[in-house]
């Protein structure tokens, strides 16, 4: 059946990448020269460079950016002959060295096992794959807050991490692999000068997103709706009335994830309605209805730390290994969230409690073991409706922004 109102429903998904980049577009050309400069010069690839939010802000194309940077680099590579593969790690879901080192093999595709070898074992391999098939890499640390402030990453292994040919040459001594970090916010540079001062003092490029601005989500909006609506199903002033809304100029949280997402929902209801044209109404619904159905974020700013810790350590679970986990995992994470946040685990008790309340206000589910597992556990999953990279996301922003205050 094809849709009146849709021309390419993909257009909207979360995944979905449009080709070019009309709103920071410029950011992302710099950041690309400045590593292209270094494949070209051929005398080793080992820039380490940094992109970073507002407080707080997520939705404000720093992933976009850090993506449309690999996809940049891939082509300026292949226009000159070079071998080159970009790599995507979130550190949401890989915290600790061991996670990072095997994101990065299976996207290399690399055949060693991770398990059971060390990390500078790990490294060796995939220096000398890049030496044998002389490929150059840039290896994406999205969220690289999370992997600096956790206690299972010690400055040694970020030092190993950020600086390999220290610690393992090349045969040919030529350097193959960069970095670009993605981090949510600016607090990660004192953070990063306190644990890891010499990679901080050699930070290439520092990018600061801002929250956008009605007129960025605008055209954000319009090049949505061109690729994604059929002609003549849509109007401008309805994509005006979604950008003012969203617009960090105007008030709003100026996240370009919240603006898409609300101009598919009023698409949406007018398809449901079997309209032909998306209305004015349908654009209010949609408004009101994605500041109810996104991140529960009022709940959140209502929990105490430690549950949100919990929350967070639920999410974390579900990035790591999706549907259901055990109270005994949860726990585990938790307590590691925990160090991680400054916080003292609370005892068995008082978690359990706080699972309750959880599971009442509904931002957890609970449910007891079936079949295929010793003994009866109760298992924690996030509800299917809540996104985990999003709630982690929104969690981390409340929590560093508590450890802050406590801090001053
Ligand atoms: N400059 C842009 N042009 C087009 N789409 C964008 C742009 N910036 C963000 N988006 C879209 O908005 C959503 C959120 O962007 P993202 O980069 O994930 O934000 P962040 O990483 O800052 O949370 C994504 O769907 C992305 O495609
Ligand atoms: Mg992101």
Redesign the pocket.
């Known amino acids: 059946m094809s849709s009146r109102i849709f021309r390419d429903r993909m257009v909207f ?6 080709r070019k ?5 410029e950011e992302a050309s710099m950041i690309i020269s400045r590593y292209a400069t270094r494949l070209q010069e051929y005398s080793g690839f080992t820039d380490v460079s940094l992109i970073y ?1 507002s407080i707080g ?11 449309h940077v690999g996809r940049g680099l891939s082509e300026f590579a292949k226009s000159r002959g070079v071998n080159f593969k970009p790599v995507y790690v979130n550190a949401f879901g890989a915290p600790t060295l061991h996670q990072v080192l095997s994101v990065i093999v299976d996207q290399l595709g690399l055949n060693v096992s991770v398990r059971g070898s060390s990390p500078i074992e790990v490294l060796k391999a995939i220096v000398d794959y890049l030496y044998i098939k002389d490929t150059f890499s840039l290896v994406v640390i ?1 969220e690289f807050q999370s992997l600096l402030l956790s206690p299972k990453m010690s400055d040694d292994d970020l030092y190993t991490l950020l600086r390999v040919y220290e610690e393992v040459p090349s045969k040919d001594e030529l350097n193959r692999m960069s970095f670009l970090l ?1 981090a ?1 916010d600016f607090r990660v540079m004192p953070y990063m000068r306190e644990r890891i001062p010499q990679i901080e003092s050699q930070i290439g490029f520092r990018v600061h ?1 801002k929250p ?1 601005t009605s007129e ?1 989500l605008k ?2 909006l319009v ?2 709706a061109e690729e994604g609506l059929t002609p003549g199903s849509w109007d401008e002033y309805l994509l005006d009335m979604i950008s003012e809304y969203f617009g960090d100029d105007k008030g709003g949280d100026g ?3 919240k ?2 997402l609300t101009l598919r929902t009023a698409a949406e209801l007018a398809e449901a309605e079997e309209q032909n044209t998306i209305r004015e109404e349908h654009v209010r619904r949609a408004i009101s209805e994605s500041a109810l159905a996104y991140i529960p974020l009022g709940d959140l700013r209502n929990l105490s730390t430690h549950e949100l810790i919990i929350v967070a350590a639920v999410a974390a679970e579900t990035m790591e290994k999706g549907g259901w986990t055990t109270t005994g995992d949860l726990r585990k994470k938790y307590e590691e969230l925990s160090i991680f946040y400054g916080e003292e685990p609370r005892g068995h008790t008082q978690f359990h409690a706080y699972l309750k309340n959880l599971t009442t206000i509904g931002l957890i589910e609970a449910r007891l073991s079936g079949k295929g597992m010793r003994g009866k556990t109760t298992l924690i999953r996030l509800p299917p409706e809540i996104p985990a990279e999003r709630i982690r ?1 929104a969690v981390d922003s409340i929590l560093l922004d508590r450890v802050n205050q406590q801090r001053r």
């Open positions: 998904d979360e995944s979905y990448k449009p980049l009309l709103v920071r577009g939010g802000r997520v939705g404000i194309g720093k992933t976009t950016v850090a993506w999205d993605v949510s997103l956008y960025e055209t954000i090049q949505r996240s370009a994830r603006a898409i996301e």
